[in-house]
């Protein structure tokens, strides 16, 4: 009976059902080996031999895998059809063949398919191959990099850079990408223009707006209306003069739609759309696969089965007749040079199919189906057919001349079932509008509805639209009004370039060649995970350690960040997957570079290599202040130069004349977090607010050789830089806050901690004060003695705190299939875990809750479930020993039966 091996519990289940009972289907939980953490892993001195190392978790299904060999006479290997498939095949082979557990007589066969239905999986086991030897080099060379790179890199970041984290290879550039990009944004210099609409109206009575196009005879330019004054006087030429319409001309188009998705525009549409991370996105992706709904999702291909085209053009037909159906299939061709993952593109495996016919409870899943079920039928629908519609209007001495544009659908073809998402929509498209019935030669008389009205709704969409696109300025307008108010000026400014979300992150990295799709969501994860990047309002900002990270790396390594370097380096990889090349010539070229590179930064001293850094970023830090004073010079002590400084929590700006000046500031100007600046003064002192390395603060008079720690108080959560002021600034000054005696005696008193507003108190019969947490920064000012007493009798009372309370359900998988209750995944206090009735299963490490499927977490059950039946069979046999044992007190038995219950617990 073959052994047939996949790489996950819940694919193993649905595979088993469709092989039937002559076949023993196992699951190797992903890959089984990997580099160990510790130099020497690959050996660069002799052919960059790599030494692998299982893991502690996959120790247990690499014997499985193996007991089940002895008796059963053949190993198919059927992990997923791509790269890291390819691999963990070898891996598993490789492995069971060093373990002897594969004999001579053992057949060893590799089996793809590219979904999981029966049809694919019974076609796949008629055409076995062997482990395809260039996809596996190319693994190896792609492992051997990312390990040369990390291992040999992140130790300089460490001692050169105190608080950076480590550095990956396609991580570090695109980590790039995003400081670059907010560098432009920085930079950048609004320009201000002026346009002008109008509001018109036909004999019938029907509105339209137009736009200026032609003043004094001239085409005008973007920037041609500089200013209001050029603005007002183009709202005089039109208000003055008599217009007509010149011409109406309509012309047919078509719209095509989009090419099925493949990985890359999977994720950029998710985001769009449902506002999903990468990772978040495959995640829901991955179990609709293992579910047999769609794909495979790890592909940069785009083409479809030719069977599938045949199913889409039936679906769309009996769903919505032959009108929508084109006369022949569409063809779609993969623009990737090398494609060497899944060579079809993510569609559904049954056509018919659509969201609400799969069973499935989750919400990411379902909406993910429907766009994949969606786009599918749409991308072998009809082309929508469109009526675009331009006409232009003019003075009778052809002086001034405005255009509407317009457009009416004819036939919606594809757009009935689906359209797709745009990045950073303008707000400045009137291209979708739809215009009345206009005749050539009729009078264009201004409407007597106002303009003005209109566009300040308008207006606020759009502003809604530019500052969320990360731009530094929103768009700021200004009207001038005609009389019957249907004509405006609208003052707009140039925006910068958006901040990337991970959507357009991914287009750019896909557009530049940099990773490849099985690598997108792993990399922007692990940017965000290492703090290099932060998301907010779905965009990605960097932080100041990232920004010094990616300055450091393009001074002192700027081949290894390189676009250019890094996309080539991805096609030599291609090359090797496609058997054109020798895996361990690429590694040896580019290790003998990147060895030299990394014996040259070893030398340098902290200082220089800060000195660098504080020049590279000398427009940033320091920019140029109002009053024309130098910007480097420190605005406390007034005397001394700032510097760029490091800590463990990343970069930060310090005076030279420390510790004399202890002025410290964040990455970002003067004007970052409200300013540093003097407050006032209470009692001879002077009170101001600073900013640190941990954030903003007010600080009571000035460090002194008596008085090194002068009185401070971090800004607690909410409070803004901007609005501080002295009263508020005394205020924290004076915490701890007396609420008043206890009944039973001592004082309560609240303050600000580590983890937020508390309140304290130590009684006569406390070894230590009790800490009480409060939710609202303002009680710390306003909590009245009921309450505090209330507060402090219930921490005493459930002296455990915050791991006490009830755990956070993460998700609920459903009724255990054996027994029967709930199976759920709880938030812990040391991680997340499994619970079904009494039994805590502990993920194992590295499994999010997200991955979770009921198979896999009935095996986690039963695991623990048998490791506690053993603790508590081990601990019963106590007694019974006891029992000839010389006359022994009852009471030492206690210890022993209560040990059970706590080793049933610690999954926690």
């Given at each position: ?10 694919k ?61 006479n ?20 490789d ?8 004999k ?5 066969s ?10 694919a999986?019974?076609?796949a ?26 291992f ?21 550039v ?21 346009s ?6 036909t ?16 085409k ?143 919400a ?13 039928l ?11 519609t ?41 291209d ?10 009729e ?12 566009f ?25 009004l ?19 979300t ?25 940017i ?15 932080e100041?350690?990232g ?11 700027r ?66 202040r ?25 970069g930060?700006v ?12 964040p ?10 600046r ?18 903003p ?9 008596e ?9 607690p ?8 002021d ?26 600000f ?5 508390y ?36 921490k ?39 619970k ?5 299963a ?41 029992k ?7 009471a ?17």
């Amino acid at each position: 009976m073959p052994v047939v091996v996949v790489e996950s519990p819940a694919k193993a289940k649905t595979i088993n059902k469709y092989l039937g009972p002559g076949y023993t289907v196992l699951a190797s939980y992903g890959h089984v080996r990997d580099l160990p953490p510790k130099d020497g892993s690959v050996d660069t001195e002799n052919g960059f031999e790599m030494k692998w190392e299982i893991g502690a978790d996959s120790r247990k299904h690499v014997k499985a895998i193996a007991d089940a060999l002895k008796d059963d006479n053949a190993l198919i290997l059927a992990t997923d059809p791509d790269r890291e498939g390819e691999a963990i095949s070898w891996h598993l082979e490789d492995t069971l063949r060093k373990r002897k557990v594969i004999k001579k007589d053992t057949p060893v066969s590799r089996v793809v398919f590219n979904a999981i239905t029966k049809t694919a999986v019974t076609e796949a086991m008629k055409n076995p191959r062997q482990v395809d030897a260039p996809l596996v080099e190319a693994y190896l060379a792609r492992r051997a990099l990312d390990y040369l790179v990390g291992f040999n890199l992140s130790p300089v970041l460490w001692r050169k850079l105190p608080g950076a984290k480590s550095a990956g290879r396609v991580q570090s550039v695109c980590l790039r990408l995003i400081v670059e990009r907010e560098m432009e944004i920085e930079a950048f210099n609004p320009r201000e223009y002026w346009s002008l609409k109008a509001l018109f109206t036909t004999p019938r009575g029907q509105e339209y707006e137009a736009r200026l196009t032609v003043l004094a005879g001239k085409k005008l330019d973007k920037f041609d209306l500089a200013n209001a004054t050029q603005a007002e006087l183009a709202v005089q030429a039109v208000t003055s003069r008599a217009l007509t319409v010149k011409s109406v001309e309509a012309k047919p188009g078509t719209r095509n739609p989009s090419a099925p998705f493949m990985t890359s525009t999977l994720q950029q549409e998710a985001s769009r759309k449902f506002g999903m991370g990468a990772r978040q996105c495959m995640n829901a992706a991955q179990r609709l696969y293992e579910a047999g709904y769609i794909t495979y999702m790890r592909t940069d291909g785009i083409d479809m089965a030719p069977e599938a085209v045949m199913a889409a053009r039936d679906a769309i037909k009996d769903r919505f007749g032959e009108d929508y159906l084109p006369k022949s299939p569409r063809m779609y061709k993969n623009k990737a040079k090398n494609a060497q993952e899944a060579h079809e593109c993510i569609r559904p495996t049954e056509m018919t199919r659509d969201a609400g016919k799969i069973k499935t409870t989750d919400a990411d899943q379902r909406k993910l189906y429907d766009m994949i079920w969606k786009r599918t039928l749409a991308c072998q629908m009809a082309a929508a057919r469109l009526e675009r519609t331009t006409v232009d209007i003019a003075s009778d001495d052809e002086q001034v001349e405005l255009r509407a544009t317009g457009q009416v659908m004819m036939f919606d073809g594809f757009l009935r079932v689906y359209e797709e998402g745009r990045d950073d929509v303008s707000g400045d498209d009137d291209d979708d509008r739809r215009l009345p019935q206009i005749t050539e030669g009729e009078k264009a008389a201004f409407a007597k509805s106002s303009l003005r009205d209109q566009f300040a709704k308008a207006s606020d969409q759009d502003d809604d639209v530019v500052e969320g696109a990360g731009g530094a300025m929103a768009r700021s307008t200004a009207a001038v009004l005609a009389a019957n108010e249907a004509v405006l000026a609208l003052q707009h400014f140039t925006q910068p370039p958006p901040r990337y979300t991970e959507a357009t992150l991914v287009k750019k990295m896909e557009e530049l060649g940099i990773g490849r799709p099985s690598t997108y969501a792993s990399v922007i994860t692990t940017i965000q995970d290492r703090e290099y990047v932060r998301k907010e309002q779905n965009r990605l900002i960097p932080e100041d350690k990232g920004r010094i990270v990616t300055i450091f790396l393009l001074n002192f390594f700027r081949q290894y960040v390189g676009y250019e370097f890094t996309a080539n380096l991805e096609e030599e990889l291609d090359e090797v997957s496609a058997g054109q090349a020798d895996y361990k010539e690429v590694l040896s070229r580019f290790w003998r570079d990147f060895s030299v590179a990394i014996a040259e930064t070893s030398d340098l001293r902290i200082t220089e290599v800060l000195d660098v850094l504080d020049d590279a970023l000398a427009p940033t830090l320091y920019p140029p202040r109002e009053d024309g004073s130098d910007p480097r010079q420190c605005p406390l002590c007034g005397t001394g130069q700032l510097h760029l400084k490091t800590s463990k929590t990343g970069g930060f700006v310090g005076c030279g004349n420390y510790p004399e000046c202890r002025y410290t500031r964040p990455i970002g100007g003067d004007g970052a977090d409200g300013g540093d600046r003097v407050l006032g003064e209470d009692g001879g002192d002077e009170i101001s607010l600073r900013s640190g390395r941990f954030g903003p603060y007010v600080q009571r008079g000035e460090a002194t050789e008596e008085n090194k720690k002068p009185p401070r108080a971090s800004l607690p959560k909410g409070w803004k830089a901007e609005d501080m002021d002295l009263e508020k600034a005394l205020t924290l000054l004076s915490l701890p806050r007396e609420v008043g005696e206890h009944p039973e005696g001592g004082m309560i008193t609240t303050n600000f901690g580590r983890f937020g507003p508390y309140i304290m108190h130590k009684g006569p019969e406390d070894a230590k004060p009790v800490y009480a947490n409060l939710k609202d920064p303002a009680d710390v000012f306003e909590v009245g003695m009921n309450r505090a007493v209330e507060l402090l009798a219930a921490k005493r009372a459930n002296p455990g705190g915050r791991g006490r309370t009830a755990a956070k359900a993460l998700r609920e998988l459903g009724e255990h299939p054996d027994s029967g209750g709930p199976v759920n995944v709880l938030e812990g206090r040391y991680g997340p875990y499994i619970k079904w009735d009494k039994v805590n299963a502990t993920l194992p490490k590295g499994t999010e809750p997200a991955d979770v499927t009921m198979d896999m977490a009935v095996e986690l059950i039963a695991a623990k479930a048998g490791k506690a039946a053993k603790g508590r069979k081990t601990a019963a046999k106590k007694p019974a020993a006891k029992k000839t044992a010389a006359k022994k007190p009852a009471a030492k038995k206690a210890p022993a039966k209560k040990a059970a219950p706590k080793k049933t617990a610690a999954g926690e």
